[in-house]
């Protein structure tokens, strides 16, 4: 029970639910815990978060706490993990001295092995943070290559010590340019037109080379005849994971935007499904309709958006289009990450299909009132300037609203949000930050809950 509260409180933690974690981990009593190192190790986070949220006065006392609760988890052993956190909460602090015995004090614990660290690539790595935080920058490079040589995959983990590289770097004054060769490759977001013959080589080429040129490790998007399953198949040539979004069930989708281009994108499409590592179908809708090939463009972008914040990546989306299209209703436009474009023709022997229309409605709730918009941008200006504590949005194409269900799980500053509804925003600059905090059940299915942290409006 104890380890499964700790969890929630670190998710709303993650999601950037600072104030609604730190009074949970109260209520709970976790912060009169005094032997317990997993509710001092996250006690500690959590003073880390308020401290870099309060006005720049509050910061060093709050550090200062956040190094005693890392310091006082690591009393019961020798763990370096909280006390690698300490050393950089003390040179937060100010107290550059302390960060440094702090730091000393790791760096003697690996290298005496007498603590290795939970694998051998955070051992490793922590050993890297402890040297820069010592000044030795040349011997963290070299510690820091070493750590990602043990564990050349696990981008997760070297994101996160990107993250505290970064931030220490920033204190000491020292340039960061460095820390981009440990980066992974670029998750991009391909897009295109239909209506590509399967044989145009031109094409295939030219949108080849843009695909070698971004590199990406990691690909998302749908796979509709033409340019979706041409870029496709670049990402898996060059290595990418191919992460696969459709509107609706395969088989339909291969029904409508598939076979009626003929040649021989139906086995494409087929081969490229049994090699894809995901497959997110956005809708149960017996029929792809253009409303939901919208949604699974934004589901798809933000998961593209995501998965380059996770890792500490770039993100950027691939165009695929007839150059003089014009692109101002491209939500990836509001994003901050580059566009690429391949321009292409479509040929004129394509007969493109018309799908059904369909309807992308989005819900949102607040203290006072339900409402429904037909773009997103409309729905959170509504939540801008509603002024309620909590609020709430959904996206949907059938009739079933789910949006008040959502609203209690709002926190301070934070929209209570459904996974489509928090790519969504995401994918269009409206949020600066999304983290999935569990799931509600409802008779039509279930429905997975984010917490999101809407962007600044412009201007």
Known sequence: MQADALKKILALARAGATSRAWEAFKAAGFDRADADANALTLKGRLLKDQARNAPSHLRPALFALAGEAYEHAAKPGSETYPLINAAAMSLHAGESERSAELA??????????QEQGETPYWGEATRAEALLLLGRIEDAKASLAHAVSLAPQAWEDHAATLRQFALILSELGGNDDWLDRFRPAPAMHFNGILGIASDDKAASNAIAAEVRSIAPGFAYGALAAGADIRAAEAAVLVGAELHIVLPSDPHDFRKSSVEPLGGDWAQRFDSLLEIADTLTICDKAESTSAAGVALAELYAMGLAIERASQLQAQAVALRIEPAERPILGDPWLHSGYPIRHVAVSAS?????????????????????????????GEAVAALRNAGSVRMAIDCRLGETVHVQALLPHSAHGMVAASRSAALGLLASGLASRIETIGELAFPDGPVELCLAKLSEPPG
């Open 348 to 376: 004129t022997a394509s007969v493109i299909p018309q799908l059904p229309a369909g309807a992308l409605t989005f819900d949102i709730a607040t203290d006072d009132a339900i409402e429904k918009f037909a773009s997103l």
């Open 104 to 113: 000393a004090r790791v760096l003697h614990l690996i290298e005496s092995g």
